[in-house]
């Protein structure tokens, strides 16, 4: 078994065959799944956030479910339903969130009642049916897709199901040079294909091992106040709540894992705010400085 750190850099090359640039977006997507957390990737259609995803899935041999977000999309078209066989007999029929690496594609798009249906599922790793309780495969980890709520036909996510995601990574627009590079990936992609360079034993070994990584209690402290800030700055409606710090505990010791270091840093922390407490924070619409403007600033102001 290759070390967390190898491992990253070989999953990083072969996703990097059907991506041009996005190295950063890569790498808290590989976190995220090291630290069995959820993450959310915003952005317009076509920025690659569905063929990272696939690509990231055939790189650790994950098996892969999909679920596109439609406004008829039901509850049992993600958990799957029961029915009654020839025999009289109760049945299941499983959907497509049994699986280990679930991208839920343009999930704002869905009814607010449907997606429901996921939080169990994100929280508990388990999904009921009926009244049985049914555990999920291991690892699952889920990547869903939104759109900025600008987009016709988005609806906003609710806040206690945004906040079951570790992470919320903004997906941007690809710079003139990454797009010219995007083209010639895509020119020989039929070529390029991925290879798999670990497995799911794999990812569930690093998980355990993300436990092994230390952090000071200067790191508890400054991720509190950090936290604390979000709650207190006359900007924000609502501040993060203790899930927040849970996230950049596992968030920052996954970072150390596979950047090969032992312990975690501030710098790690810092790096974590935006994807950590972008989707945990409600700001006042008169505000003005947008969510991202006031992590920085109270990242700015902290030390």
């Known amino acids: 078994m290759m070390n967390p750190s190898e491992a990253y850099k070989a999953v990083l090359k072969e996703v990097k065959k059907h991506i041009a640039g996005k190295e950063e977006i890569i790498e808290l997507m590989f976190i995220a799944m090291v630290a069995n957390g959820h993450v959310l990737l915003e952005g317009v259609p076509g920025v690659a956030k569905t063929t990272m995803t696939k690509t990231l899935a055939d790189a650790v041999q994950a098996e892969f479910g999909r679920i596109q977000g439609t406004p008829d999309l039901a509850i049992k078209d993600i958990i799957g339903y029961s029915y009654i066989d020839d025999s009289n007999n109760v049945q299941l029929k499983k959907?497509?969130?049994?699986?280990?690496?679930?991208?839920?594609?343009?999930?704002?798009?869905?009814?607010?009642?449907?997606?429901?249906?996921?939080?169990?599922?994100?929280?508990?790793?388990?999904?009921?049916?009926?009244?049985?309780?049914?555990?999920?495969?291991?690892?699952?980890?889920?990547?869903?897709?939104?759109?900025?709520?600008?987009?016709?036909?988005?609806?906003?996510?609710?806040?206690?199901?945004?906040?079951?995601?570790?992470?919320?990574?903004?997906?941007?627009?690809?710079?003139?040079?990454?797009?010219?590079?995007?083209?010639?990936?895509?020119?020989?992609?039929?070529?390029?294909?991925?290879?798999?360079?670990?497995?799911?034993?794999?990812?569930?070994?690093?998980?355990?091992?993300?436990?092994?990584?230390?952090?000071?209690?200067?790191?508890?402290?400054?991720?509190?106040?950090?936290?604390?800030?979000?709650?207190?700055?006359?900007?924000?409606?609502?501040?993060?709540?203790?899930?927040?710090?849970?996230?950049?505990?596992?968030?920052g010791k996954a970072k150390a894992l596979i950047e090969g270091r032992k312990s975690v840093t501030i710098d790690d922390i810092k790096s974590l705010a935006r994807p950590i407490l972008s989707h945990r924070i409600v700001v006042k619409s008169t505000g003005g400085l947008g969510v991202n403007g006031i992590i920085d600033g109270i990242i700015a102001t902290l030390h």
């Open 95 to 251: 959907g497509p969130i049994f699986t280990n690496l679930l991208l839920v594609d343009e999930l704002n798009r869905a009814p607010p009642r449907t997606t429901t249906a996921l939080l169990e599922a994100l929280e508990e790793r388990q999904v009921t049916m009926g009244n049985e309780s049914l555990p999920l495969k291991r690892p699952f980890v889920a990547f869903a897709t939104q759109n900025p709520l600008n987009i016709e036909g988005t609806n906003p996510l609710p806040k206690v199901l945004t906040d079951r995601f570790l992470m919320r990574i903004a997906v941007s627009y690809p710079s003139m040079e990454e797009e010219q590079q995007m083209l010639r990936i895509k020119e020989q992609e039929s070529q390029t294909p991925t290879q798999k360079v670990i497995n799911t034993d794999d990812i569930l070994a690093y998980q355990g091992m993300v436990n092994s990584i230390t952090m000071s209690d200067d790191i508890v402290e400054y991720i509190t106040q950090v936290v604390n800030a979000t709650r207190t700055d006359i900007h924000v409606v609502m501040g993060g709540s203790p899930r927040a710090e849970i996230a950049f505990m596992r968030a």
